[in-house]
Structure formats: C-alpha cells, structure tokens
C-alpha cells in the first residue's frame, strides 16, 4: 500500500499543475458533445503519461485508458470517471481565468473534475510497480444535457475489454465546507424526469364564460391536483417532488384561451415511486381535464435515473475518504434532489459517487453550482486526487 506522507507530497509536488490545468479548461469551456478541444487535451496527457490503449471519440468525445498495476498479474478492473463539460451560462467572474467564450462557463466544476483525473492518472502511472490490477480512467461528455454521455459511452462499450469490476466517481460541491468528503451509500441523488401537459378547452369572451372551457382554471386545478401525489400517494418516510414550473396560457385579458401549457419535473429515489408518479401524474391531469369537460395531452420523459451507490463500494470509499482527510471530516451525505448521469454506470457495476467540499467563504468563495459566479477553492484539488487515488488502490487491493 501507498504510504499516506509519501501521496501527499507527490500530489503537493504537482499541484500548480493541475491548477494550471483547471484554469486552462476554465479558460477554454466546451458545451455538452462539443467537448473537442479538452478531450484533445486529455487525450495528448495521456499518452505523455503511457497510458495504454487510449480510446477517443467514444459517444463523441469521450476518452478511456488503462493504467495495469505491476505488481501482481491478473486483478480486477476499476473505473474512474470525470465529466468535462461546461454550461450555457455567462460568467461574472472577476479573475484571470475567466471564461474566454462568452455564454459559456465552467460553472459546476467539471474543469476541476478533469483536471483532478488527469493528475489521479498520473499518481498512478509513476505507481504502477505498488499495485495489482487495471486502473480504466473515463472522461465523459456532456454529464449536463440529458440523455448524456455516460449512457451512450457504456452502449459504445466502455465497461467491457476489459471487463469493468467497479466504478467510482466525485463532484465538487459547494455546499460542503473544503476539507470535507461526503459519502453515502444507497440511493444519493434523484432521478430526474420531465413532463408537459396541454389541456385543449374552448376559447372565448371572457365574460360569457358558459360558451366556453377555461383551460387556465383546469391548468390550476391540475397543477392543485398534482401536488397530492407526493402529499397523499407517497410514502411519508421516503420522498419525491412534483413541480410545476411552466404555465403558458391566455394573451388578453378579456378573451378565455383556448389552451395552456403546464410543464415540470418530476424527482424520485425509487424505482416504485418513479413508476408510480409517472402513472398518476397522467391519470390526474387527464381526469382532472376530463371531469371539467377538456382533453389534456400528457407527454412525461424520463431523465437521469437515481444515483445508487453500493454499500461494500461505499465502505471503501468512506475508508479512503478518512484517510485523505480525517474521521471528523468525513461526513454522511445529505440525499440530493439533483440528478447525475453517473447513476448509468451505478446501474451495470457496484460503485460510488462521492462529493469533495470547495466552498470556501474566508475567500469568498460561496456561489452554489451553475451561479454565473460560481468559483471553486482549488486547494479541494488535491483532496479528490489524493481521494480518487486512495479509493482505486484500496478497491483494488480488497
Ligand atoms: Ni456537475
């Protein structure tokens, strides 16, 4: 095993490094599948490093390499993931690796994400004599666009030759104060799912509402209705969200529309509950619309799926977690209603998804994820390589 001073310090050593490279994809951000220029960049590191069988172009942009131990033959197969795309988000950032391309902006931390698996990669190529087994790094497109890139990544293949045993992956999170790791096992983030309902009425004058069907008062009506799901059709002690974010209806203020347009998404950590408020959610707005005389056309679609780590993957990476930075720092994870696209490869290999608190508020660092201010203490840099480092190893070695 790795002695815990000895990483440290290697990953110290190469620390303005990485910040340099994080500040270059800050720099440079590349929209979801149009990742081209950072997966070049990945890529031309890789092999610098020896990585071995580098694959590019995988759903677009993707990019796999193998690290092989050398210290025994054989071994299993862990993979470690990294998104590197940016957002449609104008950056109001005041520093010197502000974002060059206006409208778009590393605002979630995926330029951290990348940068931290570049060096993970090259804390393990100068190792490969301390362990046994094959380390798969994967640099992922487009984790911000559903459907996403992981699902067309492992339909190209990238859990087989070789065979995938595990999988791990991180984000950083502002929310969590730098210097800490969050870790849970079981469901972790929300499958993540869409809806659009158009309620047909009859239009009319507004004051001779009995010649028409007031498709804004059956709008509201459903949007009332829904809201009983998660109240009265979901276990109390598990939860769920429904949210009605789009009501498009009406342009005079006289005149009764003929329809309107309600919109929304739908969160769940279950597979019954996804099941159950997809369903409902269908049979409520069509008998709502029914029962007060209009047709409603409900379109539902499903996103990410719900982030499910593995207990015994979990371990591991609570283990790691402690040792990078201390028992007291090691905190139980909150279950987020955000969703990850990580959750594909959660659902074909046992694995864990883990967050790496940045935020930083002596420094000013405190604007949450996709905020045009959103900046990252750097120093969490070295927390998820040494991190990320430490759950391969110990993955390997179990
Ligand atoms: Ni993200």
Not at 271 to 299: I, K, M, P, Y
Request: proline residues 5%.
């Amino acid at each position: 095993m790795v002695a815990l001073a000895e990483l440290r310090e290697s990953i110290e050593e190469i620390m303005p490094g990485v910040v340099a490279d994080r500040r270059d994809f800050h720099e440079n951000p590349e929209l979801a599948f149009h990742e081209v220029r950072t997966a070049g960049i990945v890529a031309e590191r890789l092999r610098a490093l020896g990585v071995e069988d580098i694959r590019t172009g995988i759903a677009g942009t993707g990019v796999t390499g193998l690290i092989r131990g050398e210290a025994a033959a054989g071994g299993k197969t862990v993979l470690l993931r990294a998104d590197m795309d940016a957002l449609p988000i104008l950056e109001e950032n005041e520093v010197d690796y502000v974002s060059r391309t206006p409208g778009v902006m590393h605002a979630c931390g995926h330029d951290a994400h990348t940068a931290m698996l570049l060096a993970v990669s090259r804390t393990l190529a100068t190792r490969r004599g301390e362990f046994g087994g094959t380390v798969k790094v994967l640099f992922q497109p487009a984790e911000e666009m559903p459907p996403g890139g992981a699902k067309p990544m492992i339909a190209a293949g990238v859990l087989e030759d070789p065979h995938v045993d595990a999988v791990f992956g991180l984000h950083i999170n502002q929310d969590g104060p730098l210097g800490t790791i969050d870790v849970r096992s079981g469901p972790y983030m929300a499958a993540a799912d869409r809806f659009s309902i158009k309620i047909h009425g009859k239009g009319g004058h507004g004051a001779r509402p009995q010649d028409s069907v007031d498709p804004i008062l059956i709008g509201a009506q459903i949007v009332t209705a829904l809201q009983a799901l998660v109240a009265r059709e979901v276990d109390p002690v598990e939860s769920g969200v429904v949210s009605v974010c789009v009501f498009k209806s009406g342009e005079a203020f006289n005149v009764i529309p003929d329809t309107a347009e309600l919109g929304g998404t739908v969160r769940t950590f279950t597979q019954a509950n996804r099941d159950l408020l997809e369903r409902r959610l269908g049979e409520v707005a069509t008998g709502v619309a029914t029962a007060l005389r209009a047709v409603a056309e409900v379109d539902y679609t499903r996103g990410y799926p719900a982030t499910v780590n593995d207990p015994a993957m979990t371990e591991i990476a609570r283990e790691a977690a402690i040792e990078t930075v201390g028992v007291e720092h090691v905190r139980d994870g909150a279950m987020l209603m955000g969703a990850e696209d990580f959750s594909y490869f959660l659902q074909e290999r046992p694995g864990s998804f883990f967050f790496v608190g940045s935020r930083n508020p002596e420094r000013g660092l405190i604007w949450g994820h996709h905020h045009p201010r959103f900046d990252l203490d750097e120093a969490a840099l070295a927390v998820g390589i040494e991190m990320m480092t430490r759950t391969a190893l110990k993955y390997l070695a179990s």
